[in-house]
């Protein structure tokens, strides 16, 4: 647990160092191009290496649906509202947007 937290504790100390580093010898907009490089490599290491979690849509079952259908379940809209009929989902975002 503490490999995986570590990210989140070293990245806010060391930022600011390798952000200052990178400004003081390249161009200020480097920095977003190295952004934009890490995360298009999180991206494909998410694609490759994460496994699909959605149990109750198998691959067997997406074939059988319509190419239109299987779109319509990826982009959905409301698919995203559909979670706040979990009561700990919808007071965690009540209270949030309510008191922060």
Same mark, same amino acid.
């Given at each position: 647990?503490?490999?995986?937290?570590s990210?989140?504790q070293?990245? $806010?100390?060391y930022g $600011?160092?390798?952000?200052g580093?990178?400004i003081?010898?390249?161009?200020w907009?480097?920095?977003f %191009?190295? +952004?934009?490089g *890490? /995360?298009?490599l999180? *991206?494909?290491?998410i694609?490759f290496?994460?496994p699909?979690?959605?149990r109750?849509? +198998?691959?067997?079952?997406?074939r059988a649906?319509k190419?239109q259908?299987?779109? %319509?379940v %990826?982009?959905? $809209?409301t698919r995203?509202? /559909?979670? #706040?009929?979990?009561p700990?989902?919808?007071l965690?975002?009540? #209270?949030t947007y *309510?008191f922060l």
């Amino acid at each position: 647990m503490g490999l995986v937290l570590s990210g989140t504790q070293i990245g $806010p100390g060391y930022g $600011p160092f390798i952000g200052g580093v990178i400004i003081t010898y390249q161009h200020w907009r480097v920095i977003f %191009w190295l +952004q934009a490089g *890490l /995360a298009g490599l999180g *991206l494909i290491f998410i694609i490759f290496f994460i496994p699909e979690t959605i149990r109750h849509r +198998q691959l067997e079952d997406i074939r059988a649906l319509k190419e239109q259908d299987v779109t %319509w379940v %990826w982009v959905n $809209p409301t698919r995203p509202i /559909a979670l #706040f009929r979990y009561p700990n989902l919808l007071l965690t975002v009540t #209270f949030t947007y *309510l008191f922060l």
